[in-house]
Nanobody, 115 residues
Framework: QVQLVESGGGLVQAGGSLRLSCAASGSIFSLNSMGWYRQAPGKQREFVAGFTSIGRPNYADFVKGRFTIARDIAKRTVYLQMNSLKPEDTAVYYC?????????WGQGTQVTVSE
């Protein structure tokens, strides 16, 4: 089993920054195949940023140049640095890890960006 716990969400004004953290525990030996998704009210959950199975970062087009994904292997934590936030970035952000037996998800952290 893998447990993922997100933190770092909150309320910020447009143009501001937040850093989300995802702490992983349990049967996890790599931070590859991990990433961030988000879900806004009334919309489907969508990919934001992640590390591929070989550890390369990739991003959704709508966050390129604004968000950066990083990780601390010793702390088993994945981060999402979000800069130049826009109101349309408002959503619940989820940490996710892909595994052979299925995907693991955290409980989510709310990010609200005001005008």
């Amino acid at each position: 089993q893998v447990q993922l716990v997100e933190s770092g969400g909150g309320l910020v004004q447009a143009g501001g920054s937040l850093r989300l953290s995802c702490a992983a525990s349990g049967s996890i030996f790599s931070l590859n195949s991990m990433g961030w998704y988000r879900q806004a009210p009334g919309k489907q959950r969508e990919f934001v940023a992640g590390f591929t199975s070989i550890g390369r970062p990739n991003y959704a087009d709508f966050v390129k140049g604004r968000f950066t994904i990083a990780r601390d292997i010793a702390k088993r934590t994945v981060y999402l640095q979000m800069n130049s936030l826009k109101p349309e970035d408002t959503a619940v952000y989820y940490c996710q890890r892909s595994a052979v037996g299925g995907n693991y998800w955290g409980q989510g952290t709310q990010v609200t960006v005001s005008e």
